[in-house]
């Protein structure tokens, strides 16, 4: 069982470059996460999604942009890269909503120069 | 901003030994979960406790959980080296969506 897939699964890019970080997973999960970790500040939710076609802010949204078109897939977008965004991405995702535990990717290693 | 702290944000200890951490929070939860992250790896789910639990087991793992004093502990009983990783709570605070505050996280290293 794959469960959560995340690629790439390193990246470097220059300063205004664009990509996209792609998330997949089996389980056929209603929720999915996009989060970034940095040191000393913990996971924070970047954009989220409650279903197919759907998708929300998080915590810190700006210079993201994420779709979900399809349920398995959820897609975070960098369209002119800063050096703050270099982090490392995690994608997660979980049952609809009742106590449900998230399962995580492992992650996007992303540089910025 | 972060809703749950994890004490102390580095533990160090022998294998053979118990590890506790503690988690503090701010704002009335629905549940809170325990994750463990391997280095270089993505978080792996260990626990979850609900507000009306008090108590929760699994394997050499023991969560509590004081809703009066908004706090958590997890306690991992006979440590092992395998058991070296970073340790997040997560609170569920309700709402309309289902979504995860993350501590900033505990370094547990086990020496062999």
């Known amino acids: 069982n794959a469960g959560v897939t995340q690629t790439p699964k390193f990246r470097v890019l220059k300063t205004g470059q664009s990509m996209t970080l792609l998330c997949a997973q089996d389980m056929n999960h209603e929720y999915m996460y996009w989060y970034r970790q940095d040191p000393g500040m913990g996971l924070r939710l970047i954009h989220y999604s409650v279903g197919e076609g759907t998708t929300a802010k998080g915590e810190v949204p700006d210079g993201y942009n994420v779709s979900r078109l399809k349920k398995q897939n959820f897609l975070l977008g960098l369209e002119s890269a800063a050096p703050s965004q270099t982090s490392v991405y995690f994608c997660?995702?979980?049952?609809?909503?009742?106590?449900?535990?998230?399962?995580f990717g492992d992650g996007t290693r992303l540089s910025i120069l | 901003s972060q809703q749950g702290e994890e004490d102390p944000q580095a533990l160090s200890i022998q294998e053979g030994e118990n590890a506790t951490m503690n988690c503090s929070y701010k704002t009335s939860i629905n549940n809170l979960q325990w994750y463990r992250q391997n280095s270089g790896r993505g978080l792996v789910h260990l626990i979850l406790i609900r507000s009306n639990e008090r108590e929760k087991h699994s394997g050499r793992l023991r969560v509590t959980l004081d809703t009066s004093k908004k706090s958590s502990s997890l306690l991992i009983t006979a440590s092992r080296a395998a058991d070296t990783a970073s340790y997040f709570c997560a609170t569920d605070s309700g709402g309309s969506n289902y979504k995860l505050t993350f501590g900033k996280g505990t370094l547990l290293t086990v020496n062999p």
């Open positions: 997660a995702s979980s049952a609809a909503r009742g106590n449900q535990p998230q399962h």
